[in-house]
C-alpha cells in the first residue's frame, strides 16, 4: 500500500511568488496534518483536516498561508506571497480516527530566495 | 509556558551497548507520548505509543518508559547497532495535534 506522498519533493522560488504544495494521503486516513521545520527548530503543527473539514488550523502563520482539502482525499499548501522566513520543510501526515499514530510524507522542502 | 526538551547535543555511543534518550516537558498533561525515527532528508517514522497509564512500553529492542509525576519519558535501544543512528523525536499529545521536541541526534559507531 501506498504511504503518504508529497510533490514537489523540493522547491526553489523567489520571494514574492506563489508555491502550493500537494499531499496525498494514505487511503482511508480521514485525518491529515500539515507540519513545518524550519532550519533549527522542532516541527511544528500548522493544521489539521478531518476528511475536508479544518478542524484545527491555529499553526497557520499568517493569511498568507491557504490549505485546502477538497472532498477530503488529497490536501494543498498555497503559499502566496512567499516570504524569506517560509523556508523550511513542510511535511504532511496522516491517520485513522483516534489511533494517534500518524504516518509521514517524506517532505517537501521550500527554499524562497 | 509549554515546553518539551530532548537533549540538542548528539549521542556517541559504541555498537552494542544501550542508549538512553530523555524527553522532558512542562505545562502539559498529554494523554499519550509517541517517539518517532527521522532520517536525514526523510518523515518521521513512528516507533512507540505508550499512554499516560502505562509505565513502560517495549517493541523488539526498543523500550520506553513514562513517568507523569517527574514530566519525563526515556527510550531506551538495547544491543545498539550503526543502522539505528537517526534523529529521535519525542511527541506529545495536545488536544487533536501532536506537539514535538527538537530530537535527539544519535550516532552508534562499530
Known amino acids: 500500500e501506498a504511504g503518504v506522498t508529497q510533490f514537489p519533493s523540493h522547491s526553489v522560488i523567489e520571494k514574492g511568488q506563489t508555491v502550493t504544495l500537494r499531499c496525498d494521503p494514505i487511503?482511508?486516513?480521514?485525518?491529515l496534518y500539515w507540519y513545518r521545520r524550519v532550519m533549527g527548530k522542532e516541527i511544528k503543527f500548522l493544521l489539521h483536516f478531518v476528511k475536508e473539514s479544518k478542524q484545527d488550523e491555529s499553526g497557520m502563520p499568517n493569511n498568507r498561508f491557504l490549505a485546502e482539502r477538497t472532498g477530503g482525499t488529497y490536501s494543498t499548501l498555497k503559499v502566496q506571497p512567499a516570504e524569506l522566513e517560509d523556508s523550511g520543510v513542510y511535511f504532511c501526515?496522516?491517520?485513522?480516527?483516534?489511533?494517534?499514530?500518524?504516518?509521514f510524507g517524506e517532505g517537501s522542502r521550500l527554499t524562497v530566495l | 509556558s509549554q515546553k518539551i526538551e530532548q537533549n540538542s547535543e548528539a549521542l556517541n555511543i559504541q555498537e552494542g551497548k544501550t542508549a538512553t534518550l530523555t524527553c522532558n516537558y512542562t505545562n502539559y498533561s498529554p494523554a499519550y507520548l509517541q517517539w518517532y525515527r527521522q532520517d536525514p532528508g526523510r518523515g518521521p517514522v513512528f516507533l512507540l505509543l505508550?499512554?499516560?497509564?502505562?509505565k513502560e512500553k517495549r517493541k523488539e529492542r526498543l523500550k520506553v518508559t513514562f513517568d507523569t509525576t517527574l514530566k519525563q519519558s526515556l527510550f531506551h535501544i538495547t544491543a545498539s547497532q550503526p543502522a539505528d543512528s537517526a534523529t529521535y523525536l519525542c511527541?506529545?499529545?495536545?488536544?487533536?495535534?501532536?506537539?514535538f521536541g527538537g530530537g535527539t541526534r544519535l550516532m552508534v559507531k562499530p
Open positions: 505508550i499512554r499516560e497509564n502505562e
Open positions: 511527541a506529545l499529545e495536545a488536544g487533536n495535534m501532536l506537539t
Open positions: 487511503s482511508g486516513h480521514d485525518n
Open positions: 501526515a496522516s491517520s485513522f480516527p483516534m489511533t494517534g499514530e500518524l504516518f
